[in-house]
Nanobody, 121 residues
């Protein structure tokens, strides 16, 4: 069974920074794409940042230049460094990974439990 453990998040003042981490554990062959999503109250979940299977990054326009996503393939972890945070960034952030099963016969997406990021003075 694959598990994702998120850490980080919390309350920060506007202009501040936070770092989110997500670690995958369990038995599997490999992780392909990795991504961070967020969902604010009353809004749909949106893709914030992604590292695609070919290694190319993607950032939502609203976070470009402020958020940086990185991946540590050796440790099956990923991070989201967030800076210049504003109240509009307040949301529950969740990591998502696409994992190839140990038998290499299938893949599926897994989600972290979600972590609250609140930006307020």
């Amino acid at each position: 069974q694959v598990q994702l453990a998120e850490s980080g998040g919390g309350l920060v003042q506007p202009g501040g920074s936070l770092r989110l981490s997500c670690a995958a554990s369990g038995r599997f062959f490999a992780i392909t794409a990795m991504a961070w999503y967020r969902q604010a109250p009353g809004k749909q979940r949106e893709l914030v940042a992604q590292i695609r299977s070919d290694g190319s990054p993607y950032y939502a326009e609203s976070v470009k230049g402020r958020f940086t996503m990185s991946r540590d393939s050796a440790n099956n972890t990923m991070t989201l460094q967030m800076s210049s945070l504003s109240p509009e960034d307040t949301a529950v952030y969740s990591c998502n990974v696409r994992i190839i099963a140990a038998d290499r016969m299938s893949f599926r997406d897994y989600w972290g439990q979600g972590t609250q990021v609140s930006v307020s003075s």
